[in-house]
């Protein structure tokens, strides 16, 4: 006899809210409220990422969503599926005390606490500076990428994991 | 003349941004230049005007990974200037947030930074592969030390809870009760991670050292005590001018710290460690010396065996305050501002920080001065690599360049509180 159980999602939000379109992630972390099934972890971290990798163990699915570095245009939304694309790495220029999330997740990958299908939802950001408030073009991204994370928690979740019983 | 350059462009696996620069003739290194290039951030002067309740909060923003040290620099130095001593429940409570600091940071460093230099891997990620029990050691030990930092901080970086006085809020007995589980864990992961080190080859170096560090009559230094040093320094933290000064040197936007008459001197995990054996509970001395240590360690290599064994002791110590804890009545004591001069000197995790705050009646900042360790340390950084890079001028410009990196990680220099990193050229002539 087989059963079927829905698949682990962990939404995690990154970002400062002290530092502009930084907080872009935190912002959609607050849409998001309500709008995910109860069973759908959801963190927000403007801390430490190191030291909350331990905490990815366990889950099938992992939807992050971070602001970006300027590239095209300020609210552009950029989604990476790790299945087909890998982030960059060694992009965390102010610190080694700090992993960015492309060093991040090729550690947990290392130690086996990474989840097997990673998106990332990155929104382009236009300014980082502290105390500043955020873009309007890219607060105006929130909705659409809150919008596309409870998509992609639906198709992650029905991605039906058969368990032996 | 022949002259041959190497140039390291960064040093990875250390914070902030700088360049090593190695002047050699006749086959010695006549100098090595610790470049640091890091913009200078105006914390003393951006101090200036501000409230002295503000203090805590804007020094804290100095370092990510040691901001705890900064905060109780801070808070002693003003409860100095106006007379007030915190005692009881508060001064432990300052003691294990402080514990908390010195887990994460030197987890962070023995494990992700300093470990693949003995291994032979460019970095943590690929060390992983191989050791990976010990990496989430590291990792576990570090949002342990984190997560101590949250409850008493009122988040892991840059901390808010932190006050003149003692905290905004105190933690209930079940707060810490629940982290202490975690911390008899954290034990046996630092015991582990100890012993791990312990089995790395170190490069045959030493030298005579003037280790300088705090001294408490009862316990092993973090937030009070006496400066001393191993040679007959023996001062208390308002007189820390009278026997040490900062010098401007040109190829640092970090200043130099010297003993006056005397030059470098080293603070950090090696001297305090070397200053303060006998302040180690037995328990702790006895893992020390499992590990191939005596009482006094002068090979700066060794330096993560040091800082694995603080670990141990921070995870005791803060298990032992746990234990003792009673939530005391008020969050803080009163501190009524005065006009007057204070002095804080505590360990963090690299060496003693100290500071030096002027104030007017109302409490406004009128003078401020810091000196964190990584300025203290930057002389002796720089003999290191004298004697580091010196019997190697007759190997490749790369087996040159990777060692030098090694002895600059031993220090766990954080550039961005210095000043604050790493360009290596060595000028062959």
Known sequence: MKQTARRKVLVVCLGNPDRGDDGVGLLVAKKLAGL???????????????????????????????????????????????????????????????LGLGDAIALARVLQTAPRDIMIYAVEAAAFDSGTPMTPEVAAAVDEVAACVVADVERLQQIVAKLAT | MATKTIRVDFLARIEGEAALDLHVADGQVVTAQLNIFE?????????????????????????GICPVAYQMGAVHAIENAVGVAVGGQLRALRRLIYCGEWIESHALHVVMLHAPDFLGYPDAIAMACDHGDMVRNGLALKKTGNELIRILGGREIHPVNVKPGGFYRVPQRAELEQVAENLKQATENAIGLLRWVATFRFPEFERDYEFVALRHPDEYPLNEG????????????????????????????????????RGAYLVGPLARYALNFDRLPASVQALAVAAGLGPV????????????????????????????????????????????????????????????????????????????????????????????ATPLLDQSDDVIRSRCEQSIRNYDPCISCSAHFLKLAVHRS
């Open chain 2, 226 to 261: 006496r400066i001393v040093s191993n040679r007959d320094i023996d001062i208390a933290i308002a007189d820390y001018t009278s026997q040490f000064e900062e010098r401007h040197v040109a190829h640092s936007t970090a200043l130099h710290a010297v003993v006056k008459r």
């Open chain 2, 39 to 63: 913009p200078p951030r105006f914390f003393e002067a951006l101090l200036r005007g501000r409230g002295y309740a503000e203090i805590p909060d804007i020094v804290a923003r100095i370092c």
């Open chain 1, 36 to 98: 995910l099934p109860t069973d759908v972890a959801i963190a927000s971290l403007s801390g430490d990422i190191l030291s909350l990798m331990a905490d990815w163990a366990g889950f099938d699915a992992m939807i992050c969503i971070d602001a970006a570095a300027p590239l095209t245009a300020p609210g552009r939304i950029h989604r990476v599926d790790l299945a087909t694309s890998e982030l960059p790495r060694n992009l965390s220029p102010g610190s080694s005390h700090a």
């Open chain 2, 297 to 388: 360690c002068r090979n700066p290599f060794r330096s993560i065996i040091v800082r694995a064994v603080e670990i141990v002791y921070a995870c005791e110590e803060a298990l032992r305050i746990i234990a003792d804890y009673e939530p005391p009545d008020a969050a803080a004591v009163p501190v009524e501002p005065s006009a007057g001069t204070g002095f804080g000197c505590t360990e963090a995790p690299r060496g003693i920080c100290w500071h030096r705050y002027e104030f007017d009646a109302d409490g406004t900042v009128r003078a401020a001065r810091i000196v964190p360790p990584t300025s203290q340390n930057q002389p002796s950084i720089e003999a290191d690599l004298v004697g580091v």
